[in-house]
């Protein structure tokens, strides 16, 4: 197989795990929404990290790489990501506002005062 052949099949096959992958936040999204415990169980610094890499892969895509599908599926990724780390610490806001969670996921187990 030549290169510029491989090149066509890996820019295919990224263009569709990208698009799949785009698709897979809305579940994550709908499960932080209708969480009642402030999104305990969602790991909150790794969305922000995620978040942050699809950000300088969007930036790489479009500044180093010029790539604009490369660009657009990190752009939509890093979307993606804010969406759920956003969301994520408004639910974890709105707990610790209503104080119907104690433990917020954040790695620290709170010993409720009697």
């Not at 698709?23 to 790991?43: E, F, H, L, N």
């Not at 909150?44 to 990290?49: A, G, H, N, Q, S």
């Not at 804010?82 to 790695?107: D, E, I, M, N, P």
Request: with cysteine; hydrophobic share 50%.
């Amino acid at each position: 197989m030549n290169v510029d052949a491989l090149r066509e099949i890996l820019t295919a096959v990224y263009g569709a795990t990208g698009a799949a992958l785009l698709a897979s936040y809305a579940p994550q999204i709908r499960s932080v929404w209708r969480s009642k415990t402030g999104a305990a169980d969602v790991s909150l610094l790794t969305w922000c990290l995620w978040s942050m890499a699809s950000t300088i892969a969007a930036l790489y895509a479009h500044f180093v790489a010029s790539d604009a599908g490369y660009f657009l599926l990190s752009l939509g990724n890093a979307a993606g990501c804010y969406a759920v780390a956003g969301l994520t610490a408004f639910k974890r806001s709105q707990a610790r506002t209503s104080g119907a969670h104690h433990g917020l996921g954040l790695g620290v187990k709170q010993i409720p005062s009697h």
